[in-house]
């Protein structure tokens, strides 16, 4: 959706469910399994797709740029895994995990000061990418891994833009997960397109969409 309208959002910061590029890419998702040229591994394992391309049983999967990186290093082969980005010039999705510090932790300041030194720092960074494809958070890390690595240049170029986030709702966790749901009973035979649609949309008129730190 990103890469052919620009956005998956709604005028109202809402998940626009009822896409035409969405309902078509759900829909060549389920040819994909219908025509057997692909399989529901990730329904199970969401690292199925991943595995099977450690293990030289899969030849291409849909994923994040990071498998890239971190198969090819499970092959003992570089770049023998290469990415492309889906056809459209609206841009690609950019998205980062959290640094998790629980409430009890007996120094929380102590360990904020670890993230910022340790997980932030240049060698962490880019350690993580050329291992995993785990890419900096920091673009002035960047500047710091391999300048002949194709899949390096190919996620800055599209991080250059346009590009945006994935959605901070606070009941985001839910929301993906009816999402993950409904595409599974679609893509098996379980429900119509229409019918997911509707189930999407439903599904997420239940739940608190506001985002922390915004009014």
């Not at 849909?62 to 082969?77: D, I, M, P, V």
């Not at 889906?86 to 670890?114: D, E, M, T, W």
Request: hydrophobic residues 35%; proline residues 4%; aromatic residues 10%.
């Amino acid at each position: 959706m990103v890469a052919v309208e620009g956005t998956y959002f709604l005028p109202d910061g809402k998940v626009n469910w009822d896409s035409k590029a969405g309902r078509e890419w759900m829909a060549w998702q389920k040819e994909v399994v219908d025509r057997k040229c692909g399989g529901t591994l990730t329904f199970t394992d969401n690292n199925g797709a991943r595995n099977g391309q450690q293990a030289g049983q899969v030849a291409i999967i849909n994923a994040s740029n990071s498998r890239s990186t971190e198969n090819s290093n499970a092959l003992n082969k570089k770049n023998v895994v290469r990415m492309f980005g889906y056809p459209g010039k609206g841009g690609a999705i950019a998205f980062s995990h959290q640094i998790y510090i629980p409430r009890v932790a007996a120094s929380p300041k102590l360990a904020r000061a670890f993230a910022r030194e340790a997980i932030l720092a240049r060698h962490g960074q880019t350690w993580s990418a050329e291992k995993f494809g785990k890419m900096p958070t920091l673009w002035s890390n960047y500047d710091a891994l391999p300048k002949d690595d194709p899949n390096f240049a190919f996620v800055r170029r599209e991080l250059s833009g346009p590009s945006m986030g994935q959605w901070r709702y606070r009941d985001g966790q839910a929301l993906r997960q009816a999402y993950v749901d409904n595409l599974q009973k679609y893509m098996t035979g379980g429900q119509t397109l229409d019918q997911t649609v509707a189930a999407l949309k439903a599904a997420q008129a239940k739940l608190d969409l506001t985002v922390p730190g915004k009014k």
